[in-house]
């Protein structure tokens, strides 16, 4: 079993910054695919950002309201922790973030929620105008 946990979430001020831990126990999350995704109240959880650490391929969501080029997915296998620095922040993207874990870092399925076998419980991040 892997446990995951966020942080980091808070209020920023639009143009602001943030940047979201996530941290995994259990079990090493090294060659594990590890995503971010969000939901808004009212809204089905939509994908972020993952990392196929056996590909070495970087994802972003490339919808209408992108955040390619604003938010940026690394993580750390010594310390067990992925993390998500969210610059340039806007109203749009206050959401509940949730970190993932998919184990066998094959999937190709990276931006969909159904992918990831374990979760974390979320961080609250909002965006003022």
């Known amino acids: 079993q892997v446990q995951l946990v966020e942080s980091g979430g808070g209020l920023a001020q639009g143009g602001g910054s943030l940047r979201l831990s996530c941290a995994a126990s259990?079990?090493?999350?090294?060659?594990?695919?590890m995503g971010w995704f969000r939901q808004a109240p009212g809204k089905e959880r939509e994908f972020v950002a993952a990392?196929?650490?056996?590909?070495?391929?970087?994802?972003?969501?490339d919808y209408s309201d992108s955040v390619k080029g604003r938010f940026t997915i690394s993580r750390d296998n010594a310390k067990n922790m992925v993390y998500l620095q969210m610059n340039s922040l806007k109203p749009e993207d206050t959401a509940v973030y949730y970190c993932?874990?998919?184990?066998?870092?094959?999937?190709?399925?990276?931006?969909?929620?159904?992918?990831?076998?374990?979760w974390g419980q979320g961080t609250q991040v909002t965006v003022s105008s």
């Open positions: 993932a874990a998919e184990p066998t870092g094959y999937s190709s399925d990276y931006d969909v929620p159904t992918t990831y076998t374990y």
């Open positions: 259990g079990r090493t999350v090294s060659t594990y695919a």
């Open positions: 990392h196929r650490w056996r590909a070495g391929i970087t994802y972003y969501a």
